[in-house]
């Protein structure tokens, strides 16, 4: 069946620090993944989208890496922030289309000051 | 733009009352989608709609029923509402003609509690 993992442990980084948050998935041949972030209480917040034979993409202080031959994507926000501590989920391009996706359950990220 | 609402925020029901979930989107998206968060299961898509009029089962249907009469609101309803539907609701929507298809947006959630 179809999965996706990303790391339910919070992840803890320094203030200046890289983070890096992984978004592992089988038995899926996505044709696009996207990242979003999560506020306590909140809706989600769509982020970046990378498509299947896109193999990075940036936006300001976020980059987004795509490997379908490992089926992994890498989240990285450079010089972080305590205001970038939220969860953030990646979600897959679902096959039935309509643009329908699943969502990761996401992974926490606390910046400590 | 208020972008995607939803009424009400919060929401206590007794086992086997009903209740109806409004979402309201003012971006002329065509699709619309209903989702459930709960701890460590992530978001899983309930109904979703492609348009006005239509829709269609998402991964966890049972017990719930929608409707889209209009193209901006997409209606959630609990006919008999059971402890497990305990949860977070969250509409969104995506595509406006001539935009990207595959950004969702959401909005802040309903929080229902069943006893």
């Known amino acids: 069946s179809q999965k996706i993992e990303q790391n339910s442990e919070a992840l803890n980084i320094q203030e200046g620090k890289t983070a890096t948050l992984t978004c592992n998935y089988t038995n899926y041949s996505p044709a696009y993944l996207q990242w979003y972030r999560q506020d306590p209480g909140r809706g989600p917040v769509f982020l970046l989208l990378?498509?299947?034979?896109?193999k990075e993409k940036r936006k300001e202080r976020l980059k987004v890496t795509f490997d379908t031959t490992l089926k992994q994507s890498l989240f990285h926000i450079t010089a972080s922030q305590p205001a970038d501590s939220a969860t953030y989920l990646c979600?897959?391009?679902?096959?039935?289309?309509?643009?329908?996706?699943?969502f990761g359950t996401g992974t926490k990220l606390q910046v400590i000051p | 733009n208020a972008g995607v609402t939803q009424t009400p925020k919060f929401r206590v029901l007794k086992t086997g009352q009903s209740m109806t979930l409004l979402c309201a989107q003012d971006m002329n998206h065509e699709y619309m989608y209903w989702y459930r968060q709960d701890p460590g299961m992530g978001l899983r898509l309930i109904h979703y709609?492609?348009?006005?009029?239509?829709?269609a089962k998402g991964e966890v249907p049972d017990g719930y029923n929608v409707s889209r009469l209009k193209k901006q609101n997409f209606l959630l309803g609990l006919e008999s509402a059971a402890p497990s539907q305990t949860s977070v609701y969250f509409c969104?929507?995506?595509?406006?003609?001539?935009?990207?298809?595959?950004?969702?947006?959401f909005g802040p959630g309903t929080r229902l509690l069943v006893l």
């Open positions: 979600a897959l391009d679902h096959s039935g289309g309509y643009q329908k996706v699943t």
């Open positions: 969104a929507s995506s595509w406006a003609s001539g935009g990207i298809k595959e950004t969702q947006y």
């Open positions: 709609s492609v348009g006005e009029g239509t829709t």
């Open positions: 990378i498509r299947e034979n896109e």
